[in-house]
């Protein structure tokens, strides 16, 4: 089987050629280059209009085939900019009826993730997908292609972009950033990670306001990137602990950038697993991976019919059925005193004062460079040491602190003697974490990390640990974001059990007001230019 695909989400717009065997036999594309200012959605548009009709017979040619060879037409159906998404779904309607083939509508997202699997031969990685538009952690569980974390705000690549063209650095930003960086030293730059999500905002004002103080570009740009690829690559590596998957991909735009693959790359290898990237020309938008993902989806589930084939503006990842993935996992051995190793800390057995203890040791992480790693390994340890004491004045049952070593960026507690909550939770376990979530928010506490590994079972009490991505919010957006952590956690239990689960934690929660703003969240359109 042979299938056309045609992208067109944003800037770019592409046509590729792929037969069920995985070959690629065309691959055509055109990029928009703005004179000023973003991407507009009409300019896009009438970018797509202008040369979808000449990359087809382009592909076509490339091919070596007639329009008669073709079995399927695949479409990217969403996400991306309306005016630009229906450009191509019409495209695809017209060729599809004038050649009476069947179409097909796919996931722009996960055409990233496959045919970056199908570049690279990985597996079932954790893959980090970051562009122009789009910025997630993906992982398969339970059926689907999860979201582990995702931006709060603007992607990665809008973020390089929007200071490029603020700077008079010009569009694309990226590789101006990239180039200038290797001349630069580290400013302060806010770190800004909220659980498994990031936010790019924030950073995004800092940097720009650091260059109408006149602090050097050089070292503005070295900041900002260093910055904001390690809290990527921070989520990532969480991602990679909570799954203990052993793959981790790379795909999107933004892969261009050397930097963000060789920190991506050294967070992988600390871990023990193996790191993968598809050849650049499939990391950008193209229509080869339309193509692919076509045939993978018409497979499983046959063509769609036209009535089916409008566009998805906010598409979600996670919205889409994949039963063609083996979700087999490899676990690492860890060494025997160690009881876990997670993205922020190796936690191992010890003692005090003859008492059974846990250290937990927040180890340097080679992939940032020292200014910021130590910058969040000390902030994070006084942080959460206060936290936990902070978290039982409000009620919350915490691991009893033994000492705090600054130096060390360490810290030693109780051990905790239970099970985790994720291998035994239910209804009313639920309504009780529910509960003892807004005592902590009651008291104006951030867990910042609030899973079902997180939180302990014991003598019928529940205990709440690892308050090391905690803080001071009263906020409720903020309050939100840390109780969709936790409905992510149990989505990657049992996804058909999840929102029954997290109703339950909302009941036990009781703040009605927190559902408009946990909705508000969940509605918010990442892919803004």
Known sequence: MISLGIEGTAEKTGVGIVDSDGNIL?????QLYPEEGGIHPRLAAEH????????????????????????????????????????????ARSLALSLNKPIIGVNHCIGHVEVGKLDTGAVNPVSLYVSGGNSQVIAYESGRYRIFGETLDIAVGNCLDHFGRETGLGHPGGPVIEKLAKKGSYVDLPYIV????????????????????????EDVCFSLQETAFAMLVEVT?????????????????????SRLREMLKTMSEEHGARFYMPEMKLCGDNGVMIAWLGLLMCRQFGPMELSETGIIQKFRTDEVDIPWIDNAKTYLKLPDEFIAKGAESNIVKGKYLGENAVVKDRIPKSYRI???????????????????????????????????????????????????????????????????????????????DITTSNIMYRDGKLVFIDFGLGRYSQVKEDKAVDLLVLKKSLQSIDYNLAVKYFDCVLEGYGDAS????????????????
């Open 237 to 257: 590596e969480r991602a990679l602990s909570h799954t203990q998957k052993d793959e981790v991909m790379l795909c999107g735009g933004v892969s261009a950038n």
């Open 514 to 529: 927190i559902v408009n703003s946990i909705r508000d969240i969940e509605s918010r359109g990442r892919y803004t230019h």
């Open 26 to 30: 065309a691959m055509a594309g055109k």
């Open 194 to 217: 909220k659980g498994m999500d990031f936010s790019f905002s924030g950073l995004l004002s800092a940097a720009i306001r650091e260059v109408q103080k006149g602090t050097p570009i």
């Open 370 to 448: 020292p200014e910021i790693d130590n910058k969040i390994r000390k902030a994070r340890t006084k942080e959460e040491a206060k936290l936990l004491s902070d978290a039982k004045r409000a009620g919350v049952k915490t691991p009893v602190l033994y000492d705090v070593d600054l130096k060390r960026k360490a810290i030693v507690m109780e051990e905790i003697d239970g099970v985790m909550v994720k291998d035994i939770i239910d209804e009313d376990l639920a309504r009780e974490i529910g509960v003892e979530i807004s005592k902590l928010h009651s008291a104006d506490i951030i867990h910042g």
């Open 48 to 91: 797509h209009a202008e040369w979808i009709p000449k990359l087809i017979p382009e592909a076509i040619e490339q091919s070596g085939l007639e329009y008669s060879d073709i079995d399927l037409v695949s479409f990217s159906q969403g996400p991306g900019l309306g005016p630009a998404l229906r450009i191509v779904a019409t495209s």
